[in-house]
């Protein structure tokens, strides 16, 4: 215990002594740092033939061109109404015609209908509805959807309304008549 004693004593004369400190402790040297030289001494070499050379301009140009076009008008579209040959508002009104003779009046109208063409649906086709009897002579198309997944469908018959639930494999588990 009297050397711990001893080392905080002589620990203690150490640091109350400031002279002891830039003795003990000399500054380090400093390192002196050449002068900053360039790396190369070469001259920069000059740009290919066919270097262009602020790109952004000649970038921007264009852009600025290609926006202060005049877009293309758009597509034509088929339209699926009916269209008269003729201005509809300069043939003679429909009650002038009926009162006079159809013999002496002269109406000529073209329409001509224009039909779209039908969108087919892409992909496979649903799967078809699924027959059920409710009671003899009551059959009731329900669809896959309803019988497979949903589980349940409220049906219409022109003998009421009825309520139907299937199990997990399709089969008719539950059904009520409603009104």
Request: with cysteine.
């Amino acid at each position: 215990m009297s050397e711990q004693i001893d080392i905080i004593t002589a620990i203690n004369e150490l640091l109350g002594d400031p002279e002891y400190w830039d003795q003990a402790l000399p500054l380090p040297p400093r390192a002196e740092h050449p002068p900053l030289t360039p790396a190369s001494t070469q001259p920069p070499r000059a740009p290919k033939v066919g270097t262009i050379i602020q790109r952004s301009d000649h970038v921007n140009r264009r852009k600025q061109e290609m926006l202060m076009m005049v877009p293309p008008p758009p597509p034509k579209r088929l339209r699926g109404r009916t269209t008269t040959a003729g201005p509809t508002t300069a043939g003679p009104s429909t009650a002038a015609s009926s009162n006079a003779d159809p013999s002496t009046t002269d109406v000529t109208t073209n329409t001509v209908t224009v039909r779209p063409t039908l969108l087919m649906p892409t992909g496979p086709l649903p799967p078809p509805p699924i027959p059920v009897q409710l009671e003899p002579g009551n059959i009731v198309d329900v669809p896959h959807f309803c019988v497979h997944v949903s589980r349940k469908y409220k049906a219409r018959t022109p003998h009421g309304r009825w309520v139907l639930r299937f199990s997990r494999t399709g089969q008719l588990r539950y059904y009520r008549k409603i009104s």
